[in-house]
């Protein structure tokens, strides 16, 4: 479809053109013929313009070298589902039509990606500014629902890991005197100790049970991080 005519060739043509649209409160509606894609059609001296094109060059003039015109009047109806039924594609109102560049032209469609690239704020109601957005994967994540969405991570974690550490300390007091403990070294037998006294780095133990050759009521000082399971003794109780 080119348009290598004279404005004053294509006007010529104007009062026949306009004779056959039907004019709607909003929508100019040109007659067929339309192209298979649903738009109008219309020859000047055997030049074919797309109809919309031609109400925007003799109206408003030339549409520059690869742009595209979009129909706003579609642009605008949600309701409308495009394609070849799309009674907007035949609208040649001036007042319905913008010059813009392919790209934007894709984005003002109605498919699901260009809604979505539409949108101005994020699902919660913070808007996609320079500042409050982050580009993952091509889409667009708003940054306060993100940071919101860390910290409710991060509370849920800083609770988990307090109730398993008041589960801990149940299960593994921290050392004070009269506790009974017992020791883990597999070469000990089993014995328990309890503790005597405890400062700020260890722990004075005892003998409980006697056991084997060991001397009953002996004392040891212990460092307080062996009072672990692993590191060497079991809470056993208290007495
Ligand atoms: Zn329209
Ligand atoms: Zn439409
Ligand atoms: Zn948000």
Redesign the pocket.
């Known amino acids: 479809m080119s348009k290598q005519l004279e404005i004053s060739a294509l006007m010529r043509r104007a009062e026949v053109f306009w004779a056959r649209t039907d004019r709607t409160a ?3 509606l040109w007659h067929p013929p339309l192209d298979r894609e649903g738009y109008g059609k219309f020859s000047v001296s055997k030049v074919q313009f797309y109809a919309h094109r031609y109400a925007y060059l003799i109206t408003v003039g030339p549409i520059p070298d690869g742009m595209h015109l979009d ?4 642009t605008r109806d949600a309701q409308c589902a495009g394609g070849r039924g799309c009674l ?1 594609r035949r ?1 040649v ?1 001036p007042d ?1 039509l913008e010059v813009v560049t392919p790209g934007e032209n894709a984005l003002r469609s109605n498919s699901p990606f260009a809604i979505a690239a539409r949108r101005t704020h994020c699902p919660q109601g913070h808007p996609y500014d320079e500042a409050n957005t982050i580009r993952r994967q091509g889409s667009r994540v708003c940054r306060t629902c993100e940071r919101a969405k860390g910290e409710r991570r991060r509370d849920q974690g800083r609770a988990l890991r307090a109730q398993r550490e008041a589960l801990r300390r149940i299960e593994n007091p921290p050392p004070a005197v009269g506790q009974i403990w017992q020791d883990t070294d597999p070469r000990s037998h089993g014995r328990t100790v309890r503790i005597v006294e405890v400062s700020d780095t260890h722990a004075l133990i005892e003998l409980h049970e006697r056991l084997g050759n060991e001397t009953p009521g002996r004392r040891t000082r212990v460092r307080l991080h062996r009072f672990r399971p692993r590191r060497g003794y079991r809470y056993l109780g208290t007495n």
Do not use: L, M
Not at 71 to 74: A, I, Q
């Open positions: 909003t929508c100019w129909h706003v009047c579609h907007h609208c109102n319905h």
